[in-house]
């Protein structure tokens, strides 16, 4: 049995790590981001003076409004317009999790104290701990580590072969 599951637990963590870092890699800078520039004091204000359930029936807004624009999406790749199609999902998909991650930021002490969220919330904390313990998501997280950092080389030397370029012309 364990060496059917380990293969399937790397593919399902390198699925996880995958999804999970290129979405909130974007989503988070773009939440913190429209935190600084855009207080909206007065829906702020609204939404922490509402008690848990109306908190938690907050979060189907994004949800409602954003979900039908996945099978839109869907149908623009079928009918080949694939790039418009991959943008209209990516785009509705960070802005669904921009704004999830916002109003959980915001009610999330009022989200705990209803008792089937707070177990919910605690298994998918205990998954997600079980999960980044595991070997595959040590090892995923290694590889993704070292494509960064190759990336971040690559990236300065392109900058400092610009860089002479442009010296060079002056």
């Known amino acids: ?34 935190a600084r520039h855009f207080e909206f004091k007065r829906l702020r204000a609204w939404i922490k003076s509402l008690p848990p359930y109306p908190s938690l029936a907050l979060f189907s807004v994004p949800v409602i409004i954003l979900e039908p624009i996945k099978p839109l999406a869907a149908y623009l790749v079928a009918t ?35 008792p089937a969220f707070a177990w919910c919330y605690g298994k998918f904390t205990e998954m997600k701990a079980w999960l980044e313990a595991t070997e595959a998501w040590r090892a995923i997280r290694a590889l993704s580590r070292a494509a960064k950092d190759s990336l971040v080389r690559v990236r300065a030397r392109l900058a400092g072969s610009f860089s002479r370029l442009v010296t060079s012309r002056d």
């Not at 599951?5 to 699925?15: E, G, Q, S």
């Not at 785009?91 to 209803?114: N, P, Q, Y």
């Open 80 to 114: 080949g317009q694939f790039l418009s199609g991959v943008a209209a999902f990516i785009g509705c998909e960070l802005l669904k999790l921009v704004l999830v991650e916002r109003l959980f930021h915001l009610t999330r002490d009022k989200l705990m104290r209803i």
């Open 1 to 34: 049995m364990k060496q059917v599951l380990k293969p399937v637990t790397y593919i399902l963590a390198a699925i996880y790590f995958l999804v999970d870092a290129v979405f909130m890699a974007v989503a988070m800078p773009i939440s913190r981001w429209v």
